[in-house]
């Protein structure tokens, strides 16, 4: 069974950083690619960004610019760099590991039980 395993997250005043940190199996078959995803009550589960095993990323347009997705394949990690952040990137945020570049939920396989991140304004 793959087990991920998000940590970093807290509390914040707009403005200010967090460092989100996953760690799991550097690969698994089939879903090379590892993700941040976010749900905030009521809404939906969205894709934040991903990453591709080779470094490509994807980001939605809300977080381009201030957020950054890396990945340290010897060493089973995923960060995101979350800077500037505002009130509306309050959210429990689930690493993800998929099978495409893509920052659609239905192309992942593997969730991890989450990390709550609020950010006062």
């Known amino acids: 069974e793959v087990e991920l395993v998000e940590s970093g997250g807290g509390s914040v005043q707009a403005g200010g950083s967090l460092r989100l940190v996953c760690t799991g199996p550097?690969?698994?078959?089939?879903?090379?690619?590892r993700g941040w995803f976010r749900q905030a009550p009521g809404n939906d589960r969205e894709g934040v960004a991903v990453?591709?095993?080779?470094?490509?990323?994807e980001y939605t347009d809300s977080v381009k610019d201030r957020f950054t997705v890396s990945r340290d394949n010897a060493k089973d990690i995923v960060h995101l760099q979350m800077n500037n952040l505002k009130p509306e990137d309050s959210a429990i945020y689930y690493c993800a590991a998929g099978r495409a570049l893509s920052l659609n939920p239905d192309w992942v396989s593997y969730w991890g039980q989450g990390v709550q991140v609020t950010v006062s304004s």
């Open positions: 990453i591709g095993y080779g470094g490509s990323t």
């Open positions: 550097g690969y698994i078959h089939g879903n090379s690619f």
